[in-house]
């Protein structure tokens, strides 16, 4: 199921979008004009009764999606692959999230990201640096994370990034050839890409393939979260 049909998150605030309702005004305190905009973008979602969005996957976004089940089988069968259901918040039925991989045991919430060469040396080079910088210059990603968090009861976030080693691509593209699933032909692509059209590290890059960034939960931060999503409620539920 794509996001775009999950229907469980129209209407409702997703932790993918909700780093939204951190951007503050003039005053450093009301909503600014970005929330104010994705508040109203659920408001007509709930009168529509279905997504705003018509937007098809593309290519990096396909390649992504494609690649976590190898993500999956690197990180070990103590992570639970969760993304294909959405979560609702234990309190809050406004509120839910898709995160790519739970660890239950250790209190972990991850996402993965498997992005193209440019974000990925800037993703790995900035979470390397530790979490303010993560926080700073990847706030969608690490919002995302502190609502994944709260939904799931999670003392850990974990970003997870990859990029495949050249030496992987062949083994790839044959998953992707031999695809068994009504989506087959959206990963097609893949199989008849040239290497140099895909994103993929060479062997000898000083980059690793798979990096795993953990950090604890800020408590101040997942405040600071939890209570603009309610006063963004109090705004959804107004005509």
């Given at each position: 199921m794509s996001i775009l049909e999950n229907t469980s998150r129209n209407g409702n605030f997703t932790s993918s979008k909700i780093f939204n309702l951190l951007k503050v005004g003039k005053d450093k305190t009301s909503f600014g004009a970005p929330a104010l905009t994705y508040i109203?973008?659920?408001?007509?979602?709930?009168?529509?009764?279905?997504?705003?969005?018509?937007?098809?996957?593309?290519?990096?976004?396909?390649?992504?999606?494609?690649?976590?089940a190898r993500v999956h089988e690197l990180l070990g069968m103590e992570y639970e692959h969760t993304n294909d259901v959405s979560l609702i918040h234990p309190k809050y039925p406004f509120w839910v999230g898709s995160p790519d991989f739970l660890d239950r045991k250790e209190k972990v919430v991850s996402d993965s990201k498997c992005p193209q060469p440019k974000a990925f040396c800037q993703l790995v080079d900035n979470c390397s640096l530790g979490v303010s910088v993560f926080k700073a210059e990847h706030d969608d990603y690490y919002w995302q994370l502190v609502s994944n968090a709260l939904i799931t009861g999670s003392e850990f976030i974990e970003l997870i990034v990859y990029m495949p080693y050249e030496s992987e691509l062949e083994e790839i593209r044959a998953e992707a050839e031999n695809f068994d699933s009504v989506d087959q032909y959206k990963y097609r692509f893949i199989a008849e890409s040239t290497k140099h059209q895909l994103a993929y590290l060479p062997n000898d890059s000083e980059y690793k393939n798979l990096n795993i960034f953990r950090f604890p939960l800020n408590k101040e931060d997942a405040f600071l979260l939890e209570s603009k999503v309610i006063e963004a409620s109090i705004l959804l539920s107004k005509p």
């Open positions: 109203q973008e659920k408001k007509y979602e709930r009168k529509l009764k279905r997504s705003i969005s018509t937007d098809a996957e593309t290519r990096p976004t396909l390649w992504g999606k494609f690649l976590e």
